[in-house]
């Protein structure tokens, strides 16, 4: 934990090793060509598209020189030229799919596109060319300010597939929203709406599906040669036809370029190295495994030399020989010459827009958020109102006097605890700010707009909140509490609360901009609510306060604040009487007494110092937003093993590939290969059976002002099928066709909505409470525990799920049996960790969320796409898992959007669904997917697969709406009255009756273990949990000790002070 706490400050940087990411890289981006990089995880691809994109972090250290058209980084703004887009989809949960293209749009600005208008006119002028009218008005549509956004923003919405959910909340995990695979669309949206010239686009395939993907890389394609664009697209899985649109190819592994030239003689490289792809094989997916040590020899096509691995290095060295190599070095050793550089291909502004526009659209943004958020500002009024009514009953006029010192100081506590309450009013702006940062950091860095456009309207937006809460907080206390009654008097202390609640949102954005993470800005806050409250002149008088600390009471914003509500009060009539012998009134006496400052001027300097202070505070929050980055960077995650094997690949030494391995890697998807097994804990199959599931939403409000004029929305419209033991089904369909909706709702996990139909497990009826206790669910997010090992995430679920008469040591031989079947065992004492910054890789967290439910001994599970966001031989590895556990006799049902020909072909079944939650297909995949494609085939009109092309693909493609429409047929329809949907609905009906030896399901519990249980389990889990966040408890333990030192400066030897009453007051 002291490690941890002086990593945490930075004074200890701990054992680091250099790793070299990129090694000395030299190539060239063509503009009008359509680049694709490739290369296997880990291997540099985001930081190489980082640093073309001149964003590398100023921690990395980076030689070699970046030239657009001949210029330096330092000749143009590479954010405002290029666009990075990244991996992660940070998005406002709050706002709709076309308010968020809307507002990337407005940011963006048309930039060079009224030039490049303008220049075309020219030329044709010139050349005596008429445009065509509809294009040449479409097209300056495109370049005009105004309303130019419109149009834009709904024809990339209708290129990306988003136009059917663009009134669609963004969403979150805490709020519904659109799917996954819309949100990595709308990532790309943002950036496509604006004028960059040149595009970088990191893994934009995650959670779509093949005939999505390859629209979007067909438009990237079309407008890449029609601007005389540059596009270079990084992609995980891309099917064969998305493929072939790219004109050159970088292969990029182990921080080294293996290829980079034309897509179409990669494979004559490779070729000549010894390597060859084999048919049915998509060539991408060769070119990722044909570098790696464990899948390299399958792919050796040399008869006459015995095959010797080739590291990355000697691919590199092999790919300068190569002529394509030659030809790049001798492009890269003659400058480009900048007299060629258009004007306009350059951006040299930062922004894209004027400021005031900037101004006015992040103002209209942030309105918009706080109507979204409104529930927010409610509960807060509550929440004050419902303070304001205890403080009037505690501090109630009629036991409060004004004839005594000691009377005065129950108005001192009045008014204490009300700027303390109006103080901590503003607590929430940390965590509302924190949750936001990520959207503020990528707004900044692809420079939508300066800082100061985001805080100004923010804090414009404030004051109507402050005005209404202190408001509030005054009319209804300052009479009944019994203050002075002077309406002068009354609004002076209206406007102090005012100015402070003010000061409160400036000091906790301050703290939040700076926290920048939830433990540590809390923590901040904490910190800074502490030393305010305790220096603030109340809780311990300024005569009191040792004289090291006064500097904390001149600077304490609660200390003016305090000392002007005091003078405002206590100046006033009602405490205008001798008090005692002395010559000073009452109120005056009391001022004293507490060594508050008795001038009346003093009520105006607290006024200017919360002023001060809340223009201080925002200036601060404009500073570091502007400066600071976030605290945990996304990055891949390298084991010191992989490490130790890449130097020994560079420096030359061979490299033994171990036996484990090599069976791993030659092992088959396909399940003849796999031996069914017992397992050591007995389960039943189970069988389920639905019919006619029909599932409604009600309609939202915004497509109801579209338009729409139904109540309900159907997303599930007569769905039958069955799902049995031993059997691995397939879930397909485009983005929006209903997937995840059919198995959120056999699964009994829709909360919302109106669901028709008929479930049945094994013949009987299904009961939610039983199912759940026999079913498993992996979600698309692979949410887990950080500070648990593997074999301790597994043992937890399995102590909770498994029956209470299970022994643990039986429940243990099952979980290490599990770990074996997922191949888990290697990794069972790892540290789970978080996502991207330690732990385990995407594919091993995969194989660990299948494992998390299968230690429940579950009879069904369902599979939210567990092959999404992984490379080919990742998804490879994940899918011999899903095999493993389907040939030990459990019912499988898996959703999957992209899938190569070898994950595809290793299902058994496919349900195939059409966006409208309509089944087209639901059968037999058979050997080589035969059954299927004699299905669609047999359809008239539908054209042929070619020969080695992916099923999955085709099948995507020959069913579309656009090939719907061009046969003027409908597939659902076709199906429905096919022989295949007939013995379907006798197979559903078959297994909806049960067998005469079957037995109904039935626990005697809800849960599985008792109350007792379930108490040791957590607090096991939240014991190891809690010690292994060293950064929280590190912090924590900071903050005890800074706090326990300066609260014992403070109050030094107050001990010895006790009978001074003045010191505590």
């Not at 060509?33 to 921690?59: E, I, M, Y």
């Not at 010139?126 to 300010?145: R, T, V, W």
């Not at 171990?658 to 389960?683: D, H, I």
């Not at 979600?779 to 597994?794: A, C, K």
Request: net charge positive; glycine share 8%.
């Amino acid at each position: 934990m002291t490690e941890a706490l002086l990593r945490q400050l930075r004074i200890y940087r701990g054992n680091r090793s250099k790793l070299t990411i990129l090694d000395d890289l030299s190539g060239i981006i063509r503009p009008s060509r359509l680049t694709l990089l490739l290369g296997p995880p880990s291997s540099g691809k985001t930081t190489l598209l980082l640093a073309l994109a001149g964003r590398l972090g100023h921690h990395l250290q980076v030689s070699g020189k970046i030239t657009y058209n001949g210029h330096g980084f330092k000749e143009f703004v590479p954010p405002r030229t290029s666009a990075y887009v990244s991996q992660q989809d940070w998005q406002v949960a709050e706002m709709t799919v076309r308010e968020t293209l809307d507002f990337a749009g407005r940011c963006q600005g048309v930039g060079s596109k009224y030039d490049m208008i303008t220049e075309l006119a020219r030329r044709e002028k010139i050349a005596g060319i008429k445009p065509d009218e509809d294009l040449d008005i479409f097209m300056k549509s495109f370049a005009l300010g105004g309303q130019k956004t419109s149009l834009v923003v709904e024809y990339i919405m209708k290129i990306l597939g988003l136009d059917t959910c663009a009134d669609t909340l963004v969403g979150d995990e805490m709020l519904k929203g659109i799917s996954g695979g819309q949100k990595k669309r709308l990532t790309t949206g943002e950036l496509l709406v604006g004028p960059a010239r040149v595009l970088f686009m990191d893994e934009i395939s995650n959670g779509l599906d093949s005939s999505t993907t390859y629209q979007i890389i067909k438009y990237l394609k079309h407008s890449t040669r029609a601007l005389d664009g540059t596009t270079v697209i990084s992609l995980l899985q891309p099917a064969p036809e998305a493929y072939e649109l790219f004109d050159d190819v970088i292969l990029l592994s182990e921080g080294q370029i293996v290829y980079q030239g034309p897509r179409v003689s990669v494979l004559d490289f490779f070729a000549s190295m010894g390597f060859s792809c084999p048919k049915r094989k998509n060539v991408a997916d060769f070119l990722q495994e044909v570098t790696s040590k464990k899948d390299q020899e399958q792919y050796w096509s040399n008869p006459y030399l015995p095959y010797r691995y080739i590291s990355p290095g000697k691919f590199a060295e092999a790919f300068h020989s190569y002529h394509t190599g030659k030809n790049l070095s001798e492009e890269l050793a003659v400058p480009f010459d900048r007299r060629f550089n258009h004007p306009a291909a350059l951006s040299t502004s930062k922004y894209g827009e004027k400021r005031s526009e900037l101004l006015k659209t992040s103002f209209n943004w942030q309105l918009l958020l706080m109507k979204r958020n409104s529930f927010i500002y409610v509960f807060k009024f509550i929440q004050l109102l419902i303070v304001a009514l205890i403080t009037m009953t505690v501090f109630f006029r009629t036991t409060m006097h004004h004839k005594t010192i000691d009377d005065g100081g129950l108005y001192l506590g009045a008014l204490y605890f009300s700027m303390v309450i109006i103080l901590f009013n503003g607590f929430t702006e940390v965590s509302m700010l924190v949750a936001k940062l990520p959207v503020l950091y990528k707004h900044r860095d692809l420079h939508f707009y300066p800082s100061w456009v985001y805080t100004i309207p923010s804090w414009a937006l404030s004051i109507p909140t402050s005005l209404i809460e202190s408001g509030f907080w005054v009319a209804v206390t300052y009479y009944v509490i019994g203050y002075d009654p002077n309406v002068v008097r009354f609004s002076r202390q209206l406007l102090l609360y005012f100015f402070l609640h003010q000061m409160s949102i400036g000091l906790f954005r301050v703290i939040g901009s700076l926290g920048r993470n939830m433990i540590v800005a809390n923590t901040f806050g904490s910190f800074a609510m502490l030393v305010v409250m305790a220096l603030g002149g109340f809780i311990i008088s300024r005569d009191s306060i040792p004289k090291w600390w006064i500097w904390g009471f001149w600077v304490s914003p609660l200390m003016y604040a305090q000392n002007a509500a005091s003078v405002n009060e206590f100046l006033g009539h009602s405490w205008d009487k001798k008090a005692g012998n002395s010559n000073f009134s009452l109120g005056e006496a009391i001022l004293r007494q507490r060594s508050l400052f008795p001038e009346s001027y003093w009520y105006w300097i607290g006024v200017g110092a919360m002023l001060g202070y809340t223009l201080l505070f925002n200036a601060l929050f404009t500073f570091f937003l502007s400066y600071l980055n976030p605290l945990g960077k996304q990055q891949a995650v390298v084991s010191k093993k992989e490490l130790q094997e890449r130097d020994r690949r560079r420096k030359g030494e061979n490299v033994v590939i171990e036996l484990r391995e090599y069976l791993q890697r030659s092992s088959s998807l396909n399940g003849k290969y796999f031996k069914q097994k017992g397992m050591v804990l007995p389960f039943q199959p189970l069988s389920m059976a639905f019919g006619n599931i029909n599932y409604f939403v009600d309609v939202p409000v915004e497509l109801k002002q579209e338009g729409v004029l139904e109540d309900r929305l159907q997303l599930l419209v007569n769905v039958t099928g069955a799902f049995r033991p031993g059997v691995l089904t397939a879930l397909v369909g485009v983005s929006g066709a209903g997937k995840t909706t059919l198995m959120d709702v056999l699964a009994g996990r829709k909360t919302g909505g109106i669901i028709e139909g008929d479930i049945y497990i094994s013949g009987y009826p299904k009961r939610q409470e039983t199912f759940a206790r026999i079913s498993g669910y992996c979600e698309q997010n692979d949410i887990h525990s950080p500070g648990l090992t593997v074999l301790e995430s597994l043992l937890f679920s399995a102590w909770l799920r498994l029956p209470s008469e299970i022994e643990l040591e039986t429940q243990r031989a099952f979980v290490e049996e599990v770990m074996e079947l997922v191949e888990l065992t290697s990794l069972s004492g790892a540290l789970i960790g978080l996502p991207g910054i330690n732990g385990l890789s995407t594919e091993q967290r995969k194989r660990l969320t299948i494992a998390v439910e299968l230690v429940a001994n579950p009879s069904i599970v369902f599979m939210d796409e567990p092959t999404s966001g992984l490379d080919a031989r990742a998804a490879a590895i994940v899918m011999r898992t899903v095999r493993n556990i389907v040939n030990t006799g459990r019912t499988i049902v898996c959703t999957i959007h992209q899938p190569s020909i070898d994950i595809f072909e290793s299902f058994d079944e496919l349900l195939f669904m059409k966006r409208g939650g309509e089944l087209i297909y639901a059968g037999p995949l058979g050997s080589k997917s035969c059954e299927l494609i004699k299905y669609f085939e047999a359809v008239e009109g539908v054209p042929k697969i070619r020969p080695g092309y992916n099923p999955a693909a085709w099948m995507l493609e020959v069913t579309s709406p656009v090939e719907e429409s061009r046969l003027g047929v409908d597939f659902a329809e076709i199906y429905r009255r096919s022989n295949l949907f007939q013995r379907n609905r006798e197979l559903v009906e078959s297994l909806s009756k049960p067998s005469p030896s079957s037995k109904k399901l039935n626990f005697s519990t809800k849960y599985s273990q008792s109350f007792a249980n379930q108490f040791l389990a957590c607090l096991r889990k939240q014991n190891l949990s809690y010690w292994r966040n060293p950064q929280y408890t590190a912090v924590r333990f900071f903050y005890t000790v800074v706090i326990s030192l300066m609260l014992g400066s403070i109050c030094w030897k107050f001990g010895a002070k006790r009978f001074a009453i003045k010191a505590f007051l």
